[in-house]
């Protein structure tokens, strides 16, 4: 999938939030769901929510969208809570609330500051004490700018991909025709016996997560944590040596945590900007 802007989403209804809100309602419909459950998508005034399943046995779960891609501030918060009380008046048989939110929550865990992480971990425990003083349970869960593009990357969404962005989705059937389409085209002219490897092909082995790359990744991190070790000796040292080799023991612990945390999923990006930082 090519890098999306939530911020280049087509209009719909003249409105990008009231886009978001629709796709956001798409991404809900195709849910899993038990057996004869019901979908039903509101307009506004919507009590609430945007979007809900009614399940067999009754239960709600419902979907509330917020096109908040730049962040929160009090009043963000607030809409949040009334969306909420309006959720809870009105559905009285709601069990799950999921918030849309196209924003990557920073948790920084600062002292005495409170990152929009813990912010939304504040809201969330609030909330549930609200459900319980209506005498129920409701489970508040988060969609926020990960899970949506998770969803977004997914095969069955590139038609989705293209209609909301305009932008074309480039999975496995696209690479299978180009490629066919660049092995006709090089024809006779191409020969295994010809073949050289060349270093950009490690690039490829990074993009596919490869076991040829992962073994590089897993050597690499097997010298730094043994360079990290070696400098263990040095750390009681208070002179300005030694200040200087804890700076490289904490640089040398950033790089091993961002190899370590490496994910497999080739739909997910490296943070190679954080390890670039620290190495350097």
């Known amino acids: 999938m090519p890098p999306v802007s939530w911020l280049e989403i087509r209009k719909w209804n003249g409105s990008q939030p009231d886009a978001f809100e629709e796709l956001c309602c798409q991404f809900a419909h195709l849910e899993q769901t038990p057996d004869n459950s019901r979908f039903i998508s509101k ?67 600062k002292p005495n500051q409170l990152s929009a992480a813990k912010h939304w971990e504040n809201h969330q425990a609030k909330w549930i004490q609200w459900a319980k003083g209506r005498g129920r349970s409701v ?51 191409y020969s295994p016996d010809l073949h050289f490897e060349l270093p950009l092909a490690r690039h490829f082995d990074a993009l596919g997560r490869t076991p040829g790359f992962l073994t590089v990744i897993d050597e690499f991190g097997g010298k730094l944590n043994k360079v990290l070790a070696d400098l263990g000796g040095y750390a009681s040292s208070k002179d300005d040596l030694g200040k200087a080799i804890e700076e490289i023991r ?21 943070d190679f900007a954080r390890l670039e930082k620290a190495l350097r």
């Open 139 to 189: 489970e508040f869960i988060l969609w926020d700018e990960h899970e949506l593009l998770l969803r977004l990357s997914k095969p069955e969404h590139r038609g989705r991909c293209w209609f909301w962005f305009n932008a074309p989705a480039m999975d496995a059937d696209w690479f299978r025709r180009n490629i066919a389409g660049a092995v006709s085209l090089a024809d006779e002219r």
């Open 250 to 270: 904490q640089s040398l612990r950033v790089s091993l945590e961002t190899v370590n945390s490496l994910s497999l999923d080739t739909k997910l990006s490296i």
């Open 43 to 109: 307009g506004r005034p919507d009590s609430g929510i945007e979007c809900y399943w009614i399940l067999p046995n009754e239960e709600e779960w419902g979907w509330q969208v917020k096109f908040f891609p730049d962040g929160f501030d009090k009043s963000r918060w607030q809409q949040c809570d009334d969306s909420v009380r309006k959720a809870l008046d009105g559905h009285t048989k709601l069990t799950k609330l999921f918030f849309c939110i196209p924003y990557k929550f920073p948790d920084s865990r």
